[in-house]
């Protein structure tokens, strides 16, 4: 089964500074990686995602991220934190083997000081 | 195009009730797969239908249960509330994981 782990249960930078939210995941397949945003009490907005193809992926609101075979991560940055930037990420793999499935990371609390 | 459309978004019910959810995927989506977000547990799959089949299944009790209609919509049913299925149920849309998966706003279950 895949799983996932995210590095850091809570994050906090400076407005204006490198934000980088680490992931890795197992899995015996080429995966599917996603990275998905929640503000409170709001649903997962979907950030970016890796299929296949480039290995930097680019996505919404100025961020990206690294597809590392050899690592087995995805870690996501954004090269400047703004306030607007303060929530939970996700990061998850697809599972398709019997069916749609996403499994999630344990989410990083993102904080962005003024 | 719309997007997701869960309802109803907030629900307080009474241990030992039951409740339907209901949720609407994105018109020509097929999968619809639920999820329930709990502060402790974090976010957990429920399960999957496509074409009003389940096609798996997380490791939550008999008293989840769903199913799918012709439509696409899907509907979550949990009979016998007990105090920790209070949470957030979110549904999610997608053609394929390739495609990746769209969520809906969620609904946000209390049980007292």
């Known amino acids: 089964a895949q799983s996932v782990t995210q590095l850091g249960s809570h994050v906090s930078v400076s407005e204006g500074a490198l934000v980088l939210l680490r992931c890795n995941y197992s899995?015996?397949?080429?995966?599917?990686l996603f990275w998905y945003v929640q503000y409170p009490n709001q649903g997962l907005q979907l950030l970016l995602k890796?299929?296949?193809?480039?290995?930097l992926v680019k996505g919404i609101n100025g961020f990206e991220a690294e597809f590392k075979k050899s690592e087995t991560s995805f870690h996501l940055t954004k090269p400047s934190a703004h306030m607007s930037d303060a929530a939970e990420y996700f990061c998850?793999?697809?599972?398709?083997?019997?069916?749609?499935?996403?499994?999630f990371g344990a989410g990083t609390i993102l904080r962005v000081k003024s | 195009k719309a997007g997701v459309t869960q309802t109803p978004r907030y629900l307080i019910k009474t241990r030992g009730q039951q409740v339907t959810l209901s949720c609407s995927p994105i018109?020509?989506?097929?999968?619809v797969s639920w999820y329930q977000q709990t502060p402790g547990q974090g976010l957990q799959f429920l399960f999957e239908?496509?074409?009003?089949?389940?096609?798996n299944k997380g490791n939550f009790p008999g008293r989840f249960s769903g199913r799918q209609f012709s439509n696409s919509r899907s509907e979550m049913n949990v009979s016998t509330l007990e105090l920790g299925d209070s949470a957030l149920y979110l549904c999610?849309?997608?053609?394929?994981?390739?495609?990746?998966?769209?969520f809906g706003s969620g609904t946000r279950l209390t049980v007292v």
């Open positions: 999610a849309s997608s053609l394929t994981g390739f495609h990746g998966y769209t």
């Open positions: 899995s015996s397949v080429p995966p599917y």
């Open positions: 890796y299929t296949t193809g480039a290995t």
């Open positions: 998850a793999v697809s599972e398709e083997e019997y069916g749609n499935k996403l499994v």
């Open positions: 018109s020509g989506h097929r999968s």
């Open positions: 239908y496509f074409s009003e089949t389940q096609r």
